[in-house]
C-alpha cells in the first residue's frame, strides 16, 4: 500500500513463520529506497479462543456450511485481529477486504485504523462453503472491469459501491478442469487466479482455454504460463506474485460514495 509493505497476521497455525522468509528481501528494500516502509500487524497466538471447535468436521454437510456462509459465521472467532494479505484488494484509495475463514470483522477493523487515509470495505461471497482468500472469487481486471466467481456472487447491497461508479462485474468463465491436479487442495476455480500486468495485459494458466478466451473477448492481450504443476503448493499465478515496483499515484477509483 503506497511506499508501505505490511505483514499480515496469517491465520493458519501452519503459515505463522512464514513471514520470515521474506525479511531479508524486507531488509533489502530497506536499505535500497529511503521511501520504503516495512510494517508488521501484531503477531497473534493463535490459540484455541480464535477457532470454533470442530467447526470443520465432517459431519457437517455442505448444505450447513452454505447457511453459516450466509449468517458470517466462520471456522475464526474475533478473539483477537486476524487477517491474510491473500483477503486484501488494491483499488487505488480503496481496500476491499475478504470477510470469511482466514480473515475476521476485528482483522478489518484493525487495517482500517492502520490505514487512515484509504477507505476500506468488507466483503463477502456466501456461495463458498470455504471462503478462504478473495483471489479466486473476485478479480479486478482494469478500472471499471471485475471478474466474478459465478458460484460466489457479490452480495447485491455489496455490488452498489461498484454500480454507483460505473463498475461492471461480470461472471468468470468456466473452469477447463473438472478438477484440481493431484495433492492440490485449491478450488478448480484457480482457473480466474489471473496475473494483471497492466489494463491491457493479462497472465492466464496454459491450459485453462476457457478463461483465456473470455480475456480476449474482454480486449485484454493474453500471456499463457504453464503453473499448473505448480497448484499443490497452495494456488495460482496472483497467489504466488505481488507487485512491489509500481508507477503511478493513487487514485481515486470510487469518487461517488
Given amino acids: 500500500v503506497g511506499s508501505e509493505i505490511l505483514e499480515a497476521t496469517m491465520s493458519y497455525r501452519c503459515r505463522w513463520f512464514e513471514y520470515l522468509n521474506y525479511r531479508p528481501l524486507m531488509q533489502r528494500y530497506w536499505e535500497e529506497d529511503p521511501n520504503f516502509r516495512h510494517e508488521a500487524a501484531p503477531k497473534p497466538r493463535l490459540t484455541d479462543a480464535d477457532y470454533h471447535p470442530d467447526y470443520l468436521s465432517e459431519k457437517i454437510g455442505e448444505a450447513k456450511r ?4 450466509a449468517e ?15 483477503d486484501v484488494l488494491r483499488f487505488g484509495k480503496d481496500l476491499v477486504v475478504q470477510h470469511g475463514f482466514t480473515t475476521n470483522l476485528k482483522g478489518i477493523e484493525w487495517i482500517r485504523r492502520h490505514f487512515p487515509d484509504h477507505r ?18 473476485f478479480t479486478p481486471l482494469r478500472p471499471g472491469l471485475i471478474l466474478n466467481n459465478p458460484q460466489r456472487r457479490l452480495p447485491q447491497d455489496q455490488r452498489e459501491m461498484f454500480e454507483k461508479n460505473g463498475w461492471e462485474i461480470v461472471d468468470a468463465a468456466q473452469p477447463a478442469h473438472n478438477q484440481p491436479p493431484p495433492l492440490c487442495y485449491s478450488s478448480v476455480w484457480l482457473s480466474m487466479n489471473v496475473l494483471v500486468l497492466d489494463p491491457k495485459t493479462v497472465c492466464v494458466e496454459k491450459s485453462e482455454v476457457y478463461q483465456a478466451e473470455q480475456m480476449d473477448k474482454l480486449g485484454m492481450e493474453v500471456v499463457e504460463v504453464e503453473l499448473r504443476d505448480a497448484y499443490a503448493f497452495g494456488g495460482g499465478l496472483h497467489c504466488c506474485t505481488a507487485d512491489v515496483y509500481r508507477e503511478g499515484k493513487c487514485e481515486d477509483y470510487f469518487p461517488n460514495l
Avoid: S
Avoid at 452454505?66 to 456462509?69: F, K, P, R
Avoid at 458470517?72 to 491473500?86: G, M
Avoid at 476500506?120 to 472469487?137: L, W
Fill in 120 to 137: 476500506v470495505h468488507a466483503v463477502n461471497f456466501p456461495g463458498d462453503p470455504y471462503p478462504i482468500h478473495i483471489d479466486a472469487t
Fill in 66 to 69: 452454505l447457511e453459516w456462509a
Fill in 72 to 86: 458470517k459465521f466462520f471456522v475464526t472467532t474475533e478473539e483477537e485481529p486476524l487477517f491474510d494479505a491473500a
